[in-house]
């Protein structure tokens, strides 16, 4: 078939799909492959007329099942590559299945850089955006806070322009649109001159952190910190923005510590724990006593991510960033007392408030707790509990991330939560983007 045409697929043996972390599956009617913004129109058009719906899969980072679809699922592996970059308005438009990492190495080849990351980059620029993934900062927001315009091909098959001036409204929904308003085609980011941060990570007791948390937030670009449960042992993670010079970590230092440490050395513990939970909180006081101090300096893509090959579930809530501390000691509080036996840190980060209406930042500075379980660890006890204690500070989930809330809690935690389904009701009243994930989270 000649590249005029979207490439199908419908072999019943090859057809079904995963999601990265193994806890999605799906199987639809057939596969797509566009390599255009008209063969993405085509696809959409075509399903319509087969009474089909759609849904496009990126990488399949979600842990959700917000890309599952019986109908017609859109790789968007040819879509891919960057479009354009205007040096003079601060932007780069990038096809939408292009991957975060291939999206960063090429901007530092043209000395540019995203202001912000998340601390992965297999990601593809529709599926994290989509999600609202974000990093961590103390001014500069998601990545999706950082996009400057899109192109979002609805549900008759018609390509729309999105930005803060043409189609603001669907601008100010589609940034963070969960797949439900249409097919992202391509996205236009604001970055800036390739810059240098310097990274700096220290041990910290769970006390000391906790009680300097205010301070470390307010005195730092970028701030982290993972506990370990089972233990009162934190590591902080804190980035700056510096003049230099570049002071990278060296490659055989580099591998050691993120590979060889880092995923294989914790994925084999991980194993061995879950195997035998007895053995966690031991394990916990040796590795946590076993963190150590490093400080780096290197280009962003470099300092904000890492590689992360360990596979796991997750479950992350944003919540006021005033609230944050509260919500930590109880979830702390709940393991100690509990029979929970937990492998993985939790993760805490902060973003400022955005204009996104279905951002997990919108109109709140926020901070993020997140937990985790090995793969094949059961989850259920423990997310519930966190999840329980989220919610009650206000908490509003990941969409990538494991919940079980639904469209009557988002109305409630989100201001602006029935202006994004009355433009759902405007833009694709057939719901041809539905899945069972979106019915449950956004209503019928």
Not at 164 to 191: Q, W
Request: proline letters at 5%; aromatic letters at 8%; a neutral charge.
């Amino acid at each position: 078939m000649g590249s005029s045409a979207p490439r199908h697929r419908a072999n019943p043996r090859t057809a079904v799909w995963r999601n990265w972390a193994g806890n999605v599956t799906a199987r639809p009617v057939r596969e797509a492959t566009p390599a255009s913004v008209e063969e993405l129109r085509t696809v959409v058009r075509q399903a319509a007329e087969d009474g089909l719906t759609v849904k496009a899969a990126g990488s399949g980072h979600s842990f959700t099942a917000a890309a599952a679809t019986g109908g017609v699922l859109i790789r968007p592996d040819r879509l891919t590559g960057i479009r354009s970059i205007d040096r003079a308005a601060g932007t780069v438009t990038v096809e939408a299945g292009t991957r975060l990492r291939t999206m960063n190495l090429a901007l530092a080849q043209y000395g540019l850089s995203l202001t912000n990351m998340g601390d992965i980059m297999e990601q593809t620029v529709a599926g994290a955006t989509s999600t609202g993934t974000h990093g961590t900062g103390r001014a500069s927001g998601a990545i999706a806070a950082q996009i400057r315009g899109l192109e979002l091909v609805t549900a008759d098959g018609s390509l729309l322009r999105c930005s803060a001036t043409e189609n603001p409204e669907v601008f100010a929904a589609a940034r963070v649109g969960l797949g439900a308003l249409g097919v992202v085609s391509a996205i236009t980011f604001a970055v800036e001159p390739l810059f240098l941060l310097t990274a700096r990570e220290e041990p910290m007791t769970f006390d000391k952190v906790t009680a300097a948390f205010d301070e470390l937030h307010a005195d730092n670009d970028h701030f982290e910190f993972y506990w370990f449960p089972h233990t009162d042992s934190c590591n902080t993670l804190r980035n700056n923005r510096t003049v230099g010079p570049p002071a990278p970590l060296g490659r055989l230092k580099g591998w050691f510590e993120d590979e060889f440490l880092a995923n294989g050395v914790f994925q084999a513990l991980n194993s061995v724990c879950r195997a035998v939970p007895a053995a966690v909180p031991a394990i916990a006081q040796i590795t946590s006593r076993g963190l150590s101090a490093r400080t780096y300096t290197d280009i962003p893509h470099k300092v904000f991510t890492s590689p992360r090959r360990v596979r796991m579930i997750e479950m992350e809530y944003a919540v006021p960033r005033e609230a944050v501390l509260d919500t930590l000691r109880e979830l702390k509080a709940m393991v100690e007392r509990s029979d929970l036996r937990i492998s993985f840190p939790v993760e805490v980060r902060t973003t400022p408030a955005d204009d996104i209406a279905l951002s997990t930042a919108s109109g709140r500075d926020s901070a993020y707790i997140a937990v985790h379980v090995y793969r094949g660890t059961p989850y259920q006890q423990y997310f519930a509990e966190a999840e329980r204690i989220f919610v009650a500070h206000e908490g509003r989930p990941h969409w990538g991330k494991l919940h079980s809330r639904d469209a009557a809690h988002f109305a409630d935690v989100y201001p602006r939560f029935g202006e994004f389904t009355a433009l759902r009701d405007r833009l694709d009243p057939d719901r041809r983007f539905a899945n069972a994930y979106l019915r449950r989270v956004l209503g019928d």
